[in-house]
């Protein structure tokens, strides 16, 4: 067997994507001694604007033949993809060469997240514990099926919707209004032309990303996502409105379970069917009375989350790639810092739904001056930019993801509530109780 090709130094890095998570993923690829040239497609974002060099052009990934000749013209030696939409469009199996590793699944791999119909047939066929689903691809049988059924459902587009094709349903009325929003009135376009209608868990939510390098998996420590707008974990869903990393929520035996009963058989799956995954795999997962099921699988790296991931890692996260893309990675030992990180995002007034942009944002630095030799504020942009007076303003739903990295979660989530406290832009909201699930555990 061939060697595997070594870990380049200078390393060109090509970063695809502009939020939170890329900010992050740039903020830990600069530390890295190794890290040549790092050019970003998205450079709107204030703060990754600073740590990279805008590629010279609008990228235009639809044009194949000019995305390769780019790439080779300037020596890119690592392709870094943070969204999931060029995964499922092929963008590995393009750009991907003997000299040069894109880190992420290919098209087919990707459809574990791109197709939930596919990721649901792989889970049955490897007996993973998901919630029991059906699949519809006419909204007429699925309004059969439900005038059947008086359980609480979740109803989901199986196409990519940027986050937002899951309806979660108390009745089966409710149920009976989301195939009509998702197949009838296609609110989600063509991602809707199938759906699942699937039983509804409860339980904890958890969110494993592990590293798999074709053959082997190098399982990330867990983190807790919190969707819902609202303090208590109430109101409409987001695309996350923070995430702390580690949890106690799961103990090391239920983390082998999730390896030896989830992720692997997942792999082998998809394996039989002729399909290698590299890249990240990331479980959506509900920790039921019944043990782990897996709610969804996603190819990327999650977001908010990998902003508490990035803060704890200790390792060159050029080398951690690199040995994922090159299925050495179970060769790696990966350090992490042994403290908590905790995420707080901050949004726009009216995030979820429309919200105002080039707000002036103020107290970055005066946040960040929380840090100390024990503790550590990092403020990652997910949606600014520069604005005309040389300042920054706000230029998405998401604004910032003000991170801490202190002894334990309580510390974590007060220093990051602090830093928030500090920040000041128009309508400017955050949840104060990111990590109450464990600080403060209630029945819901
Ligand atoms: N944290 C949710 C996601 O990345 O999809």
Not at 150 to 170: S, W, Y
Not at 240 to 248: E, I, K
């Amino acid at each position: 067997m061939a060697r595997p090709r070594p870990c380049p130094s200078p390393c060109n890095v090509l970063l695809i994507g502009g939020g939170g998570r890329e900010h992050a993923l740039a903020w830990k690829l600069r530390q890295s001694p190794r890290l040549g040239t790092l050019w970003l497609t998205d450079p709107d974002n204030a703060a990754l604007a600073r740590l990279g060099t805008p590629c010279p052009q609008k990228m235009d990934f639809t044009d194949r033949f000019h995305m390769k000749r780019w790439c080779e013209k300037n020596d890119i030696h690592l392709v870094v993809v943070g969204p999931e939409a060029l995964l499922a469009k092929g963008i590995v199996d393009l750009l991907q060469s003997d000299t040069r590793m894109v880190f992420g699944p290919s098209q087919d791999a990707a459809r574990l997240e791109s197709d939930k119909a596919f990721a649901k047939q792989i889970m049955r066929q490897a007996a993973v514990p998901s919630p029991e689903g059906r699949v519809f691809d006419r909204a007429e049988s699925a309004q059969v099926y439900l005038e059947s059924r008086d359980e609480p459902l979740v109803v989901k587009a199986t196409g990519l919707a940027a986050g937002k094709g899951v309806v979660v349903c108390d009745t089966a009325a409710e149920a009976m209004v989301a195939v009509d929003r998702i197949m009838v009135q296609r609110e989600f376009g063509d991602a809707g032309d199938r759906i699942i209608i699937e039983q509804r868990v409860t339980g904890q939510e958890l969110s494993v990303l592990a590293l798999v390098d074709g053959r082997n998996v190098w399982i990330l420590d867990p983190c807790q996502d919190h969707k819902q707008i609202g303090e208590g974990d109430t109101g409409p869903n987001t695309g996350g409105m923070g995430a702390y990393c580690p949890t106690p929520l799961v103990d090391d035996a239920t983390m082998a379970i999730i390896e030896r009963e989830i992720l692997i058989p997942t792999i082998d799956a998809l394996r039989r069917q002729g399909i290698e995954y590299k890249g990240v795999l990331y479980a959506g997962l509900m920790l039921t009375l019944g043990g782990p099921k897996v709610l969804e699988f996603n190819c990327r790296f999650g977001d908010p989350e990998t902003q508490p991931l990035m803060a704890r890692l200790k390792s060159d996260l050029i080398e951690v790639l690199w040995a994922t893309c090159t299925g050495t990675i179970g060769e790696f030992e990966i350090e992490f810092d042994e403290r908590t990180a905790c995420c707080v995002v901050m949004t726009a007034a009216g995030y979820p739904g429309p919200y105002a942009k080039g707000d002036p944002i103020t107290g970055i630095e005066d946040a960040e001056a929380l840090s100390d030799e024990s503790k550590q504020v990092i403020v990652f942009h997910a949606g600014t930019k520069a604005g005309t007076d040389g300042g920054i303003v706000t230029n998405g739903g998401r604004v910032l993801g003000v991170t801490a990295l202190a002894a334990d979660l309580q510390a974590a989530r007060d220093l990051a509530n602090a830093a928030c406290d500090r920040i000041h832009f128009p309508g400017a909201y955050f949840r104060r109780d990111i990590g109450d699930r464990v600080l403060q555990p209630t029945d819901r």
